[in-house]
């Protein structure tokens, strides 16, 4: 049943609307997501973590939860808003609700709220921090107070949060014909969040992979004999990781090959000596126009990112690979002297919908290529 519910934000705006999901309540960054479709991986992605999403598309609910398209086991964003709620599913695939699912991850959604408006409000203010609860446990003073007492994300290292704690082999590929798939280069998977189809590709193109804790030790890596090394995408800030970043200096100086996503894009540049920076309300979307910078090629990609590269503090030995075609903001970088790369959009998450994944390939041929040398 629904239940009266709040949502406040640290500038003192405040909506009501209905809640479904978990009754209880949860604070948070706030950030809008434009894509039409693909709910059930936006909230099951841990770069969310810590925040609440507002879906700009008016409907939400109406395919339900399948068993096949989450990024991970659980939910970790704070909270969802939607205009409109589909209570009931239509879809062939669907076994659940995602009220139920929502329940069972005890989330808290709501409802009923002008989103078009709260858009607006954080494409002009920025993304803001936020309370969402229902009124039966709080009133509207306590919400704002605790949105505005949220710490926001800056500063702060999730990644280490939402790794796993023990490691684990993947070999699944996107078809079944690569569920068996086994590699005589063995790769390593930093996990600071990782999506599961970011290890479907990458077993497609490189074959098992070791997932490890996102504070796993260079040497305890070398201890496996990698041919290559991923960086995951991940939520938070990415400075305050120091012990991946110093890891990733140690990679790069013995040159084995290296590819980054999101987070590990980030990581990878501060390890290569540039700096980040929070964006105002990030990139969360699976419409954004990307650029080859070398190629020229046009490519629509899926974004998730609330802090970005500087561009203007790329050392000599970085290129600049891509950039959005929306903000001009740095979305690439390739290592002139290491067999580095990186990318901030997803390539694994098909918008275009399999143009971006020539980034697997070449990392697949930076892995054969140095394990022959």
Known sequence: MPFPSILALEDGSIFYGEGFGEEKVDIGEIVFNTSMTGYQEIITDPSYKSQVITFTHPHIGNTGINDEDSESSSIHASGIVVNKFCTEPSSWRSIKTLQDF????????????????????????????????????????????????????????????????????????????????????????????????????????????????????????????????????GPGDPEPCKYAIENIKKFLNIKIPIFGICLGHQ???????????????????????????????????????????????LPKNIDASHISLFDQSLQGIEFNDAPAFSFQGHPEASPGPQEIQILFEKFSSMVEKYAKT
Not at 103 to 109: G, H, P
Not at 189 to 202: E, H, V
Not at 273 to 280: D, E, P, V
């Open 102 to 233: 929502l329940k069972e991850q005890n989330v808290i959604a709501i409802s009923g709220i002008n989103t078009r408006q709260l858009t607006s409000l954080l494409r002009d203010k920025g993304s803001m921090n936020c309370c969402i609860a229902s009124l039966s446990l709080i009133d509207e003073k306590e919400a704002l107070n605790k949105a505005k007492g949220f710490s926001g994300l800056k500063g702060l290292d999730l990644a280490k949060e939402v790794s796993i704690d023990q490691s684990y082999t993947w070999n699944k590929g996107v078809w079944p014909e690569h569920n068996t798939a086994t590699s005589s280069y063995p790769i390593v998977a930093y996990d600071f969040g990782i999506k599961q189809n970011i290890l479907r590709l990458l077993s497609d193109h490189v074959g098992e992979v070791t997932v490890v804790n996102a504070k796993t030790t260079y040497e305890d890596i070398m201890s496996l004999s990698p041919k290559g090394i991923f960086l995951s995408n």
């Open 267 to 313: 990581l990878l540049a501060l390890a290569g000596g540039a700096k980040t920076y929070k964006m105002k309300f990030g990139h969360h979307g699976a419409n954004h126009p990307v650029q080859d910078l070398k190629t020229k090629e046009v490519m629509i990609t899926s974004q998730n990112h609330g802090f970005a590269v500087n561009s203007e503090s």
